[in-house]
């Protein structure tokens, strides 16, 4: 009866691999992303004082990206290494068009304004970097020469220095990092690492040169959040407060003030964790960043689990960053870290983000179903 029970379960794992490889659909990953789009629409219908409309919105827009997500599960990862260096390509034709006639929108260009439709190609190079990254260094042996590791540096300063020009800090530094971690996963010798940890401090001079006012005032504002609690540093204070306040089991679902008597700005956008922070305390905020752990665990597992060098640094690259998102948004709101303006990952309102996360998701779907399948 044992052995019997036993192949019933191989048999129902291997009905269930087939079917889910068939369709190029990751289940598990599948519904960690929806458990965090569902949290996010609980959370947004209170930030947003239970605006209908507004959580409306964010689903067509989550439809939208699971569609995207779908799509790209659907192209094999060859495919995606042949059009890499013309997305790629394409991405910076683009950031340069926004720099001579983008949409300026609250004091930032970053916008291009298409038939019927806003288009911000900063978020083209979120995968593009990665994706041309990943298909550059393995076309030769890894680890990467040096000639190739300057070159590949030049691949992510450039789109990374036009998208700091539109401004926009956050998103470059993403694409940045995301560009950082495909060089770090291949090999790279350790001294070159400690290299360039002991020359980044060098370069922070150029960068306080280059920065905006706005952005100095940013920098500055972290180094003394008291220094202009009705000015530059209002958005911190009050994030702060916002935090405090829900202390360990939070205030309850609909029930923060800081967000509902609109002393917290931003609520639904880049400051949202702290409206969860309020209504969930620390054992909601500790559950939600263990499940984004989850998630990043599973993509990092698919990673670990590639076939080809291009695929496991472009996975890699891809749940890495993914972190880095959470990471960054989770210190700009906590005051560890500079306001730079990047949203929470499927919680903050807001659809060109949302589309840009679920189609790197798709992109490491794909690379996991497109598998040979090892059939026992």
């Excluded at 940045?176 to 360039?196: P, Q």
């Excluded at 960068?207 to 008291?226: C, D, G, K, S």
């Excluded at 967000?259 to 305390?281: C, K, M, N, Q, Y």
């Excluded at 597992?301 to 880095?324: D, E, N």
Aim: charged fraction near 10%.
């Amino acid at each position: 009866m044992s052995s019997l029970f036993n192949d019933r379960q191989q048999t129902q794992g291997l009905i269930f691999r087939i079917v889910s490889h068939g369709i190029h659909i990751d289940v598990l990953l599948l519904l960690g992303l929806l458990i965090l789009l569902s949290v996010g629409l609980m959370v947004l219908f209170s930030a947003g004082g239970r605006d209908i409309e507004l959580l409306l919105k964010q689903l067509m827009r989550a439809g939208t990206a699971f569609m995207i997500l779908f799509f790209l599960a659907q192209i094999h990862p060859d495919r995606m290494r042949n059009l890499a260096y013309w997305v790629y390509g394409l991405g910076l034709i683009l950031l340069v068009a926004v720099l001579v006639f983008g949409h300026e929108g609250k004091g930032a260009q970053r916008w291009l304004h298409l038939v019927f439709f806003r288009f911000q190609p900063s978020e083209l190079m979120k995968l593009a970097v990665p994706l041309a990254m990943s298909t550059y260094l393995t076309e030769r042996p890894l680890p990467p020469t040096a000639l190739r590791l300057v070159i590949g540096l030049l691949m992510i300063v450039v789109p990374s220095f036009l998208i700091a020009k539109q401004p926009d800090l956050g998103t470059s530094l993403l694409i940045m990092s995301s560009g950082l971690i495909v060089l770090f996963i291949s090999g790279i010798r350790w001294r070159i690492i400690l290299g360039f940890i002991i020359f980044c401090p060098l370069v922070f001079p150029i960068l306080w040169y280059i920065m905006h006012a706005y952005q100095r005032q940013r920098v500055l504002t972290f180094l003394n959040p008291e220094s202009d609690p009705l000015g530059a540093s209002y958005h911190i204070i009050q994030s702060k407060i916002a935090i405090g306040s829900g202390g360990v089991f939070g205030r309850g679902w609909l029930e923060g003030t800081q967000s509902h008597l609109e002393f917290l700005p931003e609520r639904s956008t880049d400051f949202i964790f702290a409206v969860i922070a309020e209504e969930f305390g620390l054992i909601g905020v500790s559950l939600l960043l263990f499940w984004y752990l989850l998630v990043a665990g599973r993509g990092i597992f698919i990673a670990i689990q590639a076939q080809t060098s291009f695929s496991r640094l472009l996975a890699g690259s891809i749940s890495m960053t993914f972190l880095v998102y959470v990471f960054v948004n989770v210190g700009m709101v906590t005051g560890l870290l500079p306001v730079v303006g990047v949203p929470l990952p499927l919680v903050s309102y807001g659809g060109t983000s949302m589309v840009t996360i679920l189609a790197e998701f798709g992109i490491l779907m794909s690379i996991h179903t497109h598998r040979r399948m090892m059939v026992p």
